[in-house]
């Protein structure tokens, strides 16, 4: 029988919790604890431990033998076995649809090996259905936390995503023609000399509280740009002034030309906010397809705007929920049912357009100064021996901003000591930063390891996703394993690289370095397709001389996908496009 009959959520929780916490040491469904421990456990005091404690005797028919003596373990005594109750609990959440309880419990530190037998009721049970007559809802899974969803100060994958899914651009770029169209407005003249910018809006365009798109919530939004505290600021650093002659037209007026300029009004921290409305770093009113209804430590619920200028979502509501990697595979893109739809998922492989590499703090450390050291760094990011040693498959190596100008480059141990004997590296400890998901640490780990062949130490230190705004680390970095990822502009996407001062080429390469690449990226401004490609060239091979950054690999995503979704494309960031989702009609 199961124990979770009559017992409220928060109890479930709380034994779960337990039993994952004492599984390894737990011996025929016996394991030793002391008091204390509980207080981590449960994150509450130990008078509160001690009555959850007897609550969860008292429930779930446990046997709890206090120890004798200041200091001694306790005993206690399950008569389920863990695996089973998990399973139970997991049922029970799929069959009341409370995802929120499920996330929580897919989260707990229950053996690894346990995700394939435990994958199989969540993929049976999700299937098609409307919630309520005539509304579907997505739920997509999601390995990241929101970091800041204010567009002008958006600087990490997701949050974008989710920025362009609330507000909208002033332009759209067109990557198959190559060319700018219009989106929140219905054209513009650029005056002869690249001086003077006139942009004619929409009529009617609606925020999300209603009030109508006006040329003032252009200037207003420009004008946060040009904050000292924005790192997007370089976006709108040739803006002389913005006027509004009318409230259809806006006249932004330069102090130099920028023939790019077009390209970054349409890139997400150009979002348009209207000038009365409020924006934090979780919510901001915008005019897009969705509007934010909650945002949480790890939720975020984004409802259709009916009225959106452009076609609606088809979607009517979208819950995006965050869980750690481990995990994330169990679900991906679904849609809550009670109807028999088998979700047999179809898995597809997208790559993201970007590239992971290794940073060398050459602004901040003076160990990293030196280029030899660097070098030998380099030469021990050997991908294919790093992929083989650790059992991966599909690697993508990595020589380039880009997959398809990327080819494989050779590395050895022998070149690496070479360099490194010709270096000043006298066995002081390299600091490596890394995010804190298990791929990251597998990579960091296997480096770590390479670099003691030849002499090198490294110690490791990881960080999250929210502290990747934090920089009081900054001085203390030698090495960060970082990754960059376009847009669906790739030029404009290595302009923000080096210009957005969030990211990891302005907060890491000396300024030497950036004066050089600042020299490059202003002739790039003022040339044309061809031109630019072989400007972006020759910026690789100087941070590959440098040795600024070792390229590593360009990443693949496996994603699990109701087959009953149809319209499934990705953006650039490897997520899927959730405004075109739409499913055929089902049965209530």
Not at 311 to 333: G, K, S, T, V
Not at 348 to 361: K, Q, S, W
Request: contains cysteine.
């Amino acid at each position: 029988m199961s124990p979770f009959s009559e017992v409220s959520q928060l109890l479930h929780l709380d034994y779960l919790s337990l039993r994952a916490y004492l599984y390894e040491r737990e011996h025929e469904r016996i394991a030793v604890l002391r008091l204390q421990e509980l207080e981590n456990v449960w994150h509450c005091s130990r008078k509160n431990a001690k009555r959850k404690l007897h609550k969860l005797v008292s429930e779930y028919d446990c046997t709890y033998i206090p120890g004798r003596g200041r200091g001694n373990q306790s005993e206690i005594c399950f008569i389920t076995d863990f695996y089973e109750d998990l399973l139970d609990f997991i049922k029970l959440c799929l069959q009341q649809q409370d995802m929120e309880q499920l996330l929580h419990v897919l989260q707990l530190p229950f053996p690894r090996q346990w995700i394939g037998d435990l994958q199989k009721p969540i993929q049976e049970q999700f299937g098609l259905q409307p919630t309520t007559v005539g509304k579907d809802v997505l739920h997509a899974i999601t390995t990241y936390p929101v970091t800041n969803l204010d567009p002008a100060f958006v600087s990490i994958t997701y949050d974008s995503m989710l920025a362009s899914l609330i507000g909208d651009t002033l332009l759209r770029y067109d990557a198959d023609q190559n060319e700018l169209v219009p989106h929140l407005a219905i054209g513009w003249e650029v005056e002869e000399q690249g001086l003077t910018w006139t942009i004619y809006l929409r009529k009617q365009v609606r925020f999300h509280h209603h009030r109508a798109l006006t040329s003032r919530d252009v200037k207003f939004s420009m004008e946060r740009l040009m904050h000292s505290a924005c790192p997007n600021r370089w976006l709108a650093r040739d803006i002389e002034s913005i006027e509004c002659p009318s409230p259809l037209v806006a006249r932004i007026i330069f102090h130099r030309s920028n023939p790019l300029f077009g390209r970054y009004l349409a890139s997400t921290p150009m979002i348009i906010l209207p000038e009365d409305g409020e924006n934090t770093d979780s919510f901001f009113i915008g005019t897009g397809p969705y509007r934010i209804v909650s945002c949480q430590q790890n939720r975020v619920v984004l409802h259709a705007f009916d009225s959106y200028f452009r076609e609606r979502a088809y979607m009517d509501e979208i819950h995006c929920w965050q869980m750690p990697p481990e995990r994330a595979h169990l679900i991906q893109y679904d849609i809550p049912s009670t109807e028999t739809v088998p979700f047999n998922p179809a898995y597809d492989r997208p790559t993201e357009l970007g590239y992971r590499f290794a940073m060398f703090n050459t602004k901040h450390s003076p160990t990293m100064r030196d280029r030899m050291l660097r070098k030998a760094l380099n030469e021990l990011l050997d991908m294919e021996t790093m992929w083989k040693e650790l059992g991966r498959t599909g690697l993508i190596p990595a020589s380039h901003f880009f997959p398809w100008k990327s080819t494989l480059n050779r590395k050895s141990l022998t070149e690496a000591k070479r360099w490194l004997a010709a270096s000043s590296y006298s066995g002081e400890k390299l600091r490596l930063y890394m995010l804190d998901i298990p791929e990251a640490w597998e990579e960091a780990g296997w480096i770590q390891q390479r670099a003691l062949c030849i002499g090198i130490h490294i110690e490791l230190h990881p960080y999250s996703f929210n502290d990747v705004h934090d920089l009081t680390n900054d001085p203390h970095m030698d090495i960060i394993l970082s990754g960059e990822v376009s847009s669906l502009d790739p030029h404009l996407s290595v302009l923000a690289a080096f210009r957005s001062e969030a990211l990891a080429f302005r907060r890491y390469l000396s300024d030497e370095q950036l004066e050089w690449i600042d020299g490059q990226l202003f002739l790039f401004q003022h040339e044309n397709t061809e031109e630019r490609e072989r400007r972006i060239d020759r910026i690789v091979q100087y941070v590959v001389d440098e040795a600024c950054i070792g390229f590593m690999h360009h990443p693949q995503h496996e994603r699990p996908i109701h087959p009953m979704l149809q319209h499934v494309q990705y953006d650039s960031f490897g997520f899927a496009d959730l405004y075109h989702l739409w499913t055929p009609p089902l049965k209530n």
